[in-house]
């Protein structure tokens, strides 16, 4: 079998029918791994490779080949047979059983880099672990671990699933957000890449909310409180205003009269994120923070997986509605020229 290091490289593919008259620089190729741990002990898998080309040739050559790999008709990388392979062989060591499901493939062209996306669902990937679980069995097989290392180029996001948090951590990795961040070039022993997961405060095993809590007589009694203050509120208004002293001392004159309605243009109600589309509040938070943020900052505004904003962006500027800037490790996000300056 070989490895995710090599079976994700598209040499045999892009360098020979595949591309009419020249070759992108695959040595230059990225290979990104995000697993968006969930909350049940499943996995959803997103692979990235970015192949970077210099010539029209080059472009339509990968442009051929990221049609028929959409269509599930490439031979080469990046494949789902490879992670179907490396489930089998995970679920005889591990002695439960893990399958792949929900693949799709799609794939964007820049004017110099063009990128393929395979996404998938890795079942039972988790070790359930006392209230917790364990990462790392999953990629183990019989004969090893099927993840040996990472090359230049490659790098590899584990997100902790919602509701959890690291308790222990055997790898040698960045925090970024709510994921670990493994760049290469790494190697792995067979039982080196392990993460132990615990529920956070407040939440238990296969309950989003946490296990039902005990009566507590201190938060009835503030409960009983609120509701007192709420009911004196409301009969101070059905009283048109008057002192609850006076209505208690049975003093019966007329209400006052209610002051006039305020206006219902006197303040502009709030946008509700829930009514908008992932690409309006993309463009809202932008709006509100001067036409630029980082995309780092855009998944902790909005709480979406990282793999879910890169592909929202990359569609984005694909569309030309926004605009990508790579800095260093990480990418500026900003609305095109002239957008989000205004006051």
């Known amino acids: 079998m070989r490895y995710v290091v090599v079976a994700l490289l598209l040499v045999s593919a892009l360098s020979g029918a595949a591309v009419a008259q020249e070759s992108p620089d695959i040595a230059a190729a990225t290979t990104t791994f995000d697993v968006d741990l969930q909350a049940d002990g499943d996995a959803d898998w997103t692979v990235r490779t970015t192949i970077p080309f210099d010539t029209d040739d080059e472009r339509e050559g990968f442009r051929t080949y990221a049609q028929r790999f959409e269509d599930g008709e490439a031979v080469a990388g990046p494949g789902v047979a490879f992670f179907e392979s490396a489930a089998n062989a995970s679920s005889a060591a591990a002695d439960r059983e893990m399958t792949i499901t929900g693949v799709e493939r799609d794939y964007t062209v820049g004017n110099a880099t063009g990128t ?114 709420v009911l004196v509120l409301a009969v101070w208004r059905w009283r048109g205003g008057e002192p609850i002293a006076e209505v208690a001392n049975g003093d019966d004159s007329p209400p006052a009269a209610d002051p006039e309605p305020e206006s219902a243009e006197s303040e502009e109600p709030g946008v509700d994120p829930e009514l908008l589309s992932d690409e309006e509040r993309v463009e809202v938070l932008l709006e509100q923070n001067g036409g630029r943020m980082r995309q780092a900052d855009i998944v902790k505004e909005t709480d979406w997986s990282d793999a879910k904003v890169s592909q929202l962006l990359s569609r984005m500027a694909d569309e030309g509605s926004i605009e990508k800037l790579r800095l260093g490790r990480e990418n500026v996000i900003s609305l095109p020229d002239g957008e989000g300056d205004e006051e």
């Open 116 to 229: 393929l996306r395979l996404r998938f669902h890795w079942t039972n990937f988790l070790d359930p672990e006392g209230d917790g679980y364990e990462f790392g069995d999953a990629l183990v097989t019989e004969d090893g671990t099927w993840l040996r290392s990472l090359e230049s180029g490659q790098e590899i996001a584990v997100r902790t699933p919602p509701g959890y948090e690291i308790q222990r951590s055997g790898i040698e990795a960045r925090q970024e957000n709510e994921s670990l961040v493994v760049v290469g070039p790494e190697s792995f022993d067979p039982q080196e890449f392990s993460i132990t997961y615990a529920p956070e405060p407040g939440n238990g095993p296969g309950s989003p909310n946490g296990p039902e809590e005990a009566f507590d007589p201190l938060a009835a009694a503030l409960l009983g409180l609120l509701f007192a203050g």
